[in-house]
């Protein structure tokens, strides 16, 4: 038996990486597995509440119980989001969004004809600070990758994209991070800071989602 603690909550997600076409057969990517991501979803539904997760391409299978919208692009994540986000409770961004796409996409595929070649990027969205700019706005948590300067940069995100809790997932350090099994976050808030230390991804999920949803209590009856 498990207190479902979130009944009546909806939580949408974004996991793992984005894919920007280069041309029909090459694009740009990162690391990003999917597993945090996943792992939160999973501790969501195991406490009880309605998920929705906006995935980007990774091999997982997703949770049980958990809605789950397949997206290939960072604009395709952005939609859907904004979509989904006004009638959230809680909205938790952990995808690697690519922060640039192709300025142009190619219909063919590109022949090795040049010695060199450059492609133009152009910015993309940003999904979570989009959301979090909604007037219907659910309770916005960001995750901020870094390799330096963790605090820092982690609480620049957190009041730039108005984020009521930003995970500082120091992406440097061996063993966690993208595509392991294993994580560790520092989770601030405007005047806080909570350790989850080195687990397993789906223990650090269900601390994470516990720290959320205290925080979303907080917020609501104050
Ligand atoms: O998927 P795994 O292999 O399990 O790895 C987990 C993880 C390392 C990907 C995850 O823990 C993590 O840190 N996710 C955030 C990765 C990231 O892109 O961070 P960022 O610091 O670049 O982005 C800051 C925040 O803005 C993130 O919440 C990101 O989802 C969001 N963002 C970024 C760019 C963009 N265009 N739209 C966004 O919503």
Known sequence: YQEKT???QHWLLTAGPTREAIDPVRYISNHSSGKMGYAIARAAVNA?????LISGPVNLTPPQGCRVI????ALEMHQQAMALAPKASVFVACAAVADYRLAD??????KKTA???VLKLVKNPDIVADVAALSQRPFTVGFAA????VEQYARGKLSRKKLDLIAANDVAREGQGFNSEDNALTV????????????NKQQVASQLVTIIN????????S
């Open 6 to 8: 979130l009944a009546g």
């Open 48 to 52: 009880g509440a309605r998920v929705t």
């Open 70 to 73: 397949q997206v290939n692009s």
């Open 105 to 110: 996409v190619a219909t063919q595929k590109i």
């Open 115 to 117: 010695d060199d070649m």
């Open 146 to 149: 870094e390799t330096q300067d």
């Open 188 to 199: 601030f808030s405007a005047d806080s800071a909570t350790e989850i230390a080195l687990a």
């Open 214 to 221: 205290q925080a979303y209590q907080a917020k609501n009856s």
